[in-house]
């Protein structure tokens, strides 16, 4: 609760964070439309495979020339993370096999990591993060994305003493979205293909919010970060408000949806109907926890919690997250207190690359949001050797998958870069 001090204390000290941001798209675009109203925090450097499209970044985001000017500019991420003037690194790419070099470059260079890239943490975080406690550095989960929200929600609840019962994200979902490409993504958000454009949205990428993929890798990610369990078959999405998140999200033996306490779950605004779901939680976070005695359940009515009918279960939740606009809160948490707000801690699951159509051998896939496979969320021991969505991307395939099929490591021809080694380690640790 004390970051803007201690901020402000770094800036009379002369000696504000230094931050080098790789990758300049949306998250980190947010981030620096920040920084010039942040004390205490000092853009130096950015990496970029495009110097115009960083020039771009910044002037859109209303830095001026001379501001502009004062960055050095690096094509390459692990050279950024590298440089002398250099605290922080935040990993922005959202590619998980150059995220992973590049944060492994960070903590080897003895910076902190700040790991936008989710896609990379959920097959790798647990084992970059023993890497940089051993350095003597911090890496972390960004605190504005719903997996380090979440983090702080399962941690507050904790802290006062309540057992987990459920937590995650709200989503716009339906079933039929599991199959959705590029090429129709925006009948679903209501857009022609000329707005998107227009606007700068990625097809890819937003696929990938709507085809049930990045909330499997968000999910995993909390369930690596705060030993919560995955469903034994996958997300569910339930249409859910938020007045009935202690309602729906208790285990089935109470009447929920959930297998048993300590799940992650994400619900949908969408009843299965199409019809929005009343006072829904489609952009939030939340978490529901169960009291521990007969007293804090009456607490819990007489100070307006939303409860299930029982009064045992109870549930909190945060409305909106602002992404790059609260990354600020990572990096100097990391600079100033060498502690990550939420940061991955074991393999409590992974996310399963699913065929959407019938493959051929032969054919290379093309990874999250795509034509060809979307992420679900499972243990690991219903994972098995499945191929992670985050290795899903360039490789071939061997033989013939049919749609709906679970893709295994062993049906792909893998290479045998840094974050493959890394998650064959950690998967080899787990069984």
Same mark, same amino acid.
């Given at each position: 609760?004390?970051?803007?001090?201690?901020?402000?204390?770094?800036? @009379?000290?002369?000696?504000?964070?230094?931050?080098?941001?790789?990758?300049?798209?949306?998250?980190?675009?947010?981030?620096? =439309?920040?920084? $010039?109203?942040?004390?205490?925090?000092?853009v130096t450097a950015i990496a970029e495979l495009d110097h115009a499209r960083m020039v771009a970044a910044c002037t859109a985001v209303g830095w001026d020339t001379a501001r502009i000017d004062t960055l050095s500019y690096e094509e390459s991420g !692990? &050279?950024?993370?590298?440089?002398?003037?250099?605290?922080?690194?935040?990993?922005?790419?959202?590619?998980?096999?150059?995220?992973?070099?590049?944060?492994?470059?960070?903590?080897? @260079?003895?910076?902190?990591?700040?790991?936008? +890239?989710?896609? !990379?943490?959920?097959?790798?975080? $647990?084992?970059? !993060?023993?890497?940089?406690?051993?350095?003597?550095?911090? *890496?972390?989960?960004?605190?504005?994305?719903?997996?380090?929200?979440? =983090?702080?929600?399962?941690?507050?609840?904790?802290?006062t003493g309540f057992d987990i019962t459920a937590a995650g994200k709200g989503t716009k979902y339906l079933p039929i979205y599991h199959t959705v490409t590029p090429d129709n993504v925006w009948d679903y958000y209501g857009l022609s293909a000329d707005?998107?454009?227009?606007?700068?949205? +990625?097809?890819?990428?937003?696929?990938?919010?709507?085809?049930?993929?990045?909330?499997?890798?968000?999910?995993?990610?909390?369930?690596?970060?705060?030993?919560?369990?995955?469903?034994?078959?996958?997300?569910?999405?339930?249409?859910?408000?938020?007045?009935?998140?202690?309602?729906?999200?208790?285990?089935? &033996?109470?009447?929920?949806?959930?297998?048993?306490?300590?799940?992650?779950?994400?619900?949908?605004?969408?009843?299965?109907?199409?019809?929005?779901?009343?006072?829904?939680?489609?952009?939030?976070? *939340?978490?529901?926890?169960?009291?521990?005695?007969?007293?804090?359940?009456?607490?819990?009515?007489?100070?307006?919690? $939303?409860?299930? =009918?029982?009064?045992?279960?109870?549930?909190? *939740?945060?409305?909106?997250?602002?992404?790059?606009?609260?990354?600020?809160?990572?990096?100097?948490?990391?600079?100033?207190?060498? &502690?990550?707000?939420?940061?991955?801690?074991?393999?409590?699951?992974?996310?399963?690359?699913?065929?959407?159509?019938?493959?051929?051998?032969?054919?290379?896939?093309?990874?999250?949001?795509?034509?060809?496979?979307?992420?679900?969320?499972?243990?690991?021991? !219903?994972?098995? +050797?499945?191929?992670?969505?985050?290795?899903?991307?360039?490789?071939?395939?061997?033989? +013939?998958?049919?749609?709906?099929?679970?893709?295994?490591?062993?049906?792909? &021809?893998?290479?045998?870069?840094?974050?493959?080694?890394? *998650?064959?380690?950690?998967?080899?640790?787990?069984?």
């Amino acid at each position: 609760m004390n970051l803007a001090t201690l901020a402000a204390e770094a800036v @009379a000290r002369n000696r504000p964070v230094r931050v080098g941001l790789i990758g300049a798209g949306k998250f980190g675009s947010m981030f620096l =439309s920040q920084v $010039p109203t942040i004390a205490g925090i000092e853009v130096t450097a950015i990496a970029e495979l495009d110097h115009a499209r960083m020039v771009a970044a910044c002037t859109a985001v209303g830095w001026d020339t001379a501001r502009i000017d004062t960055l050095s500019y690096e094509e390459s991420g !692990a &050279e950024l993370a590298k440089r002398d003037d250099v605290d922080v690194v935040i990993e922005a790419t959202g590619n998980p096999r150059a995220g992973t070099e590049h944060a492994l470059a960070a903590i080897e @260079a003895g910076k902190h990591v700040v790991m936008v +890239n989710v896609e !990379a943490d959920v097959m790798v975080g $647990p084992l970059l !993060a023993q890497m940089a406690r051993a350095q003597g550095v911090c *890496y972390s989960m960004a605190y504005g994305d719903q997996p380090a929200l979440v =983090s702080e929600m399962v941690d507050w609840a904790r802290a006062t003493g309540f057992d987990i019962t459920a937590a995650g994200k709200g989503t716009k979902y339906l079933p039929i979205y599991h199959t959705v490409t590029p090429d129709n993504v925006w009948d679903y958000y209501g857009l022609s293909a000329d707005q998107a454009r227009a606007a700068g949205m +990625n097809p890819q990428m937003f696929n990938s919010f709507l085809d049930g993929t990045k909330s499997a890798i968000e999910m995993v990610a909390i369930a690596n970060a705060c030993g919560l369990d995955v469903p034994e078959t996958g997300l569910s999405f339930p249409p859910c408000g938020v007045d009935d998140l202690a309602h729906v999200l208790r285990p089935k &033996e109470f009447g929920g949806r959930l297998e048993k306490r300590g799940m992650v779950e994400t619900i949908s605004s969408l009843e299965r109907d199409g019809r929005d779901v009343f006072r829904d939680l489609r952009w939030g976070v *939340y978490v529901v926890f169960e009291a521990p005695n007969d007293y804090a359940a009456s607490c819990f009515k007489q100070y307006g919690l $939303p409860t299930d =009918s029982t009064g045992q279960f109870a549930a909190m *939740y945060k409305p909106f997250h602002l992404i790059g606009l609260e990354l600020s809160i990572s990096v100097l948490s990391a600079a100033l207190r060498n &502690e990550p707000t939420g940061q991955s801690r074991e393999m409590r699951g992974t996310v399963a690359s699913i065929a959407k159509r019938d493959l051929n051998a032969g054919e290379v896939l093309d990874g999250e949001g795509g034509y060809t496979v979307w992420g679900q969320a499972l243990p690991l021991s !219903a994972a098995q +050797n499945a191929l992670p969505i985050g290795l899903a991307h360039g490789v071939r395939l061997k033989r +013939n998958i049919s749609a709906g099929s679970q893709i295994t490591m062993s049906d792909v &021809e893998l290479g045998s870069d840094t974050a493959t080694q890394f *998650y064959q380690e950690l998967i080899g640790r787990a069984f």
